[in-house]
C-alpha cells in the first residue's frame, strides 16, 4: 500500500511540475 502511495505522490508531483512550466512558458510568450 504504501509504494502505490509513493508511485501516486510522485506522478501527482511531475503533473504538478509541468503545469507550473506550461504557466511560465506562457506568461513568458506573453511579454
Known sequence: MRE???VFW???E???AERRL???ALMDSDK
Request: glycine share 8%; aromatic share 8%.
Open 4 to 6: 502505490v502511495f509513493e
Open 14 to 16: 511531475m503533473v504538478d
Open 22 to 24: 506550461l504557466t511560465n
Open 10 to 12: 510522485g506522478r501527482t
